[in-house]
């Protein structure tokens, strides 16, 4: 039924996920009103660009009229051969896409409300002293820098606020920049707290910065899952406590996204060479553990209802173990597109899917727009749905088949990543697609090891041991290819920093795709006679199935760094304490 | 809820599933696993049309439900065959489709906005406790009485010299105490733990003829390690020598007995709602900018409703107001 049997590249939902980010990045950093002020701005034009639209399209239909206003029209012409039917559907896509970002600006708007009414943000202007009532939001973890030695930051999320004259209940994040006894505290402990508020930057998730005065008092110890997950991740430190450095602090890293005990010298070579995604639990870790989960179930033979009974809770749990952080939740979110889909009865595809989780993560937390990790995570994830298909295609007519796949992943990634990486740390490293490409293999080994060994802990500690020291062979080899290749010259290519960076980034690379697209021509031009046609190399359909399976299984690629190292926290890191 | 396919344009106006959300099987006849063997395939491309077909390929294998799952959650494009260039981009959505992801789109917002109002931010609630006793170990005891010295030796004490180790044990045992001052045979005694001023010096000989025993509260009890000095008639109590080195002990010692009103540190804490800058900057840590400036916190923001508001004193910080939390009150 497709002209040549081939799936349509599913865009629909793209310009509404596109729209929603963009509203959700300007939205984060603005006030109740104005953000109440533009999903109401956007509704009216949506409202009226909808009206308009059907006649204007069927003017447009007629040759050489060149279309009105509007933001359809580009989409509009975006859309070749599919003129006929035009005219009813531009109007849903425009009302898709502004529906779409009028609900994320509302849901921003009560959600900027509710941080109002908490109070903290006139707090933190003041200056104020207050105590806080508050569960702790995620682990806390050490500041590393020069001078702030033995600062903590633990982020928090603040349920009654008292600032001495009255106390109030509040629901906003704040974070706590607090001495050692911060660390240790585990996620979902609540905590009363006094300390010194002071004004966050616009933007940020957090509505305030808080410096205690006091020890924190601890309330309650977290309840139910969390404490499971707690228990889990500290068997797995036990566990891992005597393994050799790198194994310490890789295992713990790709098992449940530890990276406290990383070696400064191994995570800046990871840094360098790009294989930060490596270092902490991220969307590829996640695919890997759903990957594996579904293998097993396949393997039973489980029916479709049982698989997702297993599926769901066991993501579900893993996202606990882990932490959702921005990039986990993104995979998480594809999956439970996914899961959904498989309820339904329908097959999924990864544009879409991607997509959805985009629009519904963004409505549900408009800060992750902000996120560099889930920036990154999802630009990674788009180059590789996007690209790596075509890319692969055309790198075919130089390398081998299979070959030109495993390549042209890392490409994809690196080429939608590169220019948020410059705004990270401005340098540009010329390994990075060599590295990944070595690096990975030994993920998905590292991987499922460190899960199970996290598993088994509690319950046969000499067993996860032997299981951590496997995933500690497979993190060396990773360790191993960070450190090489970051010692190699070109490791760290200076680039323009800051968004002009950014943009001169990702025009060359635009100017490398074009170029690569165009080679032929291009070859021509200089004289050089065409080595062969593209396409014409062997294919992989002579391969025996578990060959391809498990050459596709092992060189699969996870996406970009889920934890961008380090950004702005030690700029904030005031000089010391009077 | 599928309606027959039908011919249709390609790429476009597919969509009758009137579910746009990402999870279409109308659009995506190619979306099963690569390794899938042969029917899932071939029944890929003629359109999934019921959940037989989808039950084909979830069992399709454990390889194919691996990867499968892996570019379902990674995007990774497993399914593309090198073969196939990819199909063309597609944009239009049908107005039911679109419909329906608006209508969930919706119930997701109101979803969250509901979650977010109902935890009920601004509402009054009770008083948090902020005050609460941490016991962080103490500078030292200048002002405070130990507490094995128990409530009657509270301030009254100040008239007696003490100079208090960090340490102080005692509470079971004999206790070691160094009596001086007007007494016969000043220096270390050993008492019954719990014993009083009085039985020290009874046990340095008692006090002599020109001791001022009206000076110091017989009744107190004395802890191990501490110094007793009985004061002559007409000497006014000094510090102990002994070395309680801790900041603000200086201040500690009693001066009420002969009426030494010229110091500005009592032995009662400073009231920071009452005090003036001359009383402040007596205060260990402060001098007269910082006890200004706390002045002027105090009539610019209101009265200090707790100690812990001095840091918000440009310039105390929380070493400082640590140092000081045991000096002033509210």
Known sequence: MNAAGRPPVDLRLAPAALGVWLACWWACASGATAVATAAAGALVVGVGTVLALPPAVAAARAPGREPGSGPARPRGRTRPGSRGAASGLVAPAVALAVGAVVVALSACAVQLVVRDRSGLGRLAADGRVVTLDARVRDDPTPLRSTWGEGVVLAPLDVTAVDDGSGAWRAAAPVLVRGDQAWSALAVGTRVTVTGRLGPADPGERDVALLVPVRAPVVRAPPRGPVAVADALRSGLMAVTDDLSPQARALVRGVAVGDVTRLPDELGAAMRTVGLTHVTAVSGGHFAIVVATLSGLCAVLGLGRWTRLMVLVPATAGFVLLVRPDPSVVRSAAMCAVALTGAALGRPSRAVPALAASVVVL????????????????????????????????????????????????????????????????????????????????????????????????????????????????????????????????????????????????????????????????????????????????PSLAGWPWVGRGTLRACLQRPDRPAAPPAPVLPARASPPPS | ????????????????????????????????????????????????????????????????????????????????????????????????????????????????????????????????????????????????????????????????????????????????????????????VRLAAGARLEDAVEAAGGATASAQLDAVNLAGVVSDGEQVRVPRRGETPTAAPAGAAGSGAADGTGTEAAGAGSSGASATPVDLNTADVAALDALPGIGPVLAQRIVDRRTQGGPFTSVDQLDEVSGIGPTLLARLRDLVRV
């Open chain 2, 1 to 188: 809820m599928r309606p027959e396919p039908g011919p249709v344009l390609p790429g476009a106006v597919d969509d009758r599933s009137g579910d746009g959300l990402s999870v279409d099987g109308s659009a995506a006849p190619e979306p099963g696993p690569p390794l899938a063997p042969g029917p899932a395939h071939e029944d890929g491309v003629s359109r999934p049309a019921d959940d037989d077909a989808v039950a084909a390929r979830f069992r399709a294998g454990a390889l194919g439900a691996v990867s499968a799952a892996y570019a379902t959650a990674h995007g990774h494009p497993v399914g593309t065959e090198l073969d196939q260039p990819t199909g063309r981009r597609r944009w239009a959505v049908h107005a039911r489709s679109a419909a329906l992801v608006l209508a969930v789109l919706v119930a997701v917002g109101a979803a969250v906005a509901t979650v977010a109002v109902s935890r009920g931010a601004g509402a009054p609630t009770g008083r948090l406790s902020a005050a609460v006793v941490v016991p962080t170990p103490r500078a030292t005891g200048g002002t405070a009485a130990p507490p094995s010295a128990g409530t009657t030796s509270g301030t009254g004490t100040g008239d007696v010299g003490l100079a208090t180790p960090a340490a102080d044990g005692g509470a079971a045992g004999s206790i070691l105490v160094h009596v001086v001052g007007a007494v016969r045979r000043p220096g270390l």
């Open chain 1, 362 to 537: 963004l409505v549900a937390d408009p800060w992750l727009a902000r996120a560099f990790g889930f920036v990154l995570s999802v630009a990674a994830t788009a180059g590789i749905v996007l690209l790596a298909g075509p890319l692969a295609r055309r790198l075919s007519a130089w390398l081998p088949r299979s070959l030109a796949l495993v390549v042209a992943v890392p490409v994809a990634a690196q080429a939608a990543c590169g220019p948020v990486l410059v705004l990270l740390s401005p340098a540009v490293s010329l390994w990075s697609v060599p590295a990944n490409l070595v690096a990975d293999p030994a993920l998905a080994p590292a991987t499922v090891l460190g899960v199970l060994a996290t598993l088994v802990a509690p319950v046969w500690p000499p067993g996860a041991h032997v299981l951590a020291w496997c995933a500690g062979c497979a993190t060396w080899w990773i360790a191993r290819v960070a450190t090489t290749a970051a010692g190699l010259p070109g490791a760290s290519v200076a680039w323009v920093g800051g968004p002009f960076g950014a943009a001169l980034l990702a025009v060359a690379t635009t100017a490398a795709g074009v170029a690569l697209w165009n080679w032929r021509a291009l070859a021509g031009a200089a004289g050089l006679a065409v080595p062969w046609a593209p396409g014409a190399r």
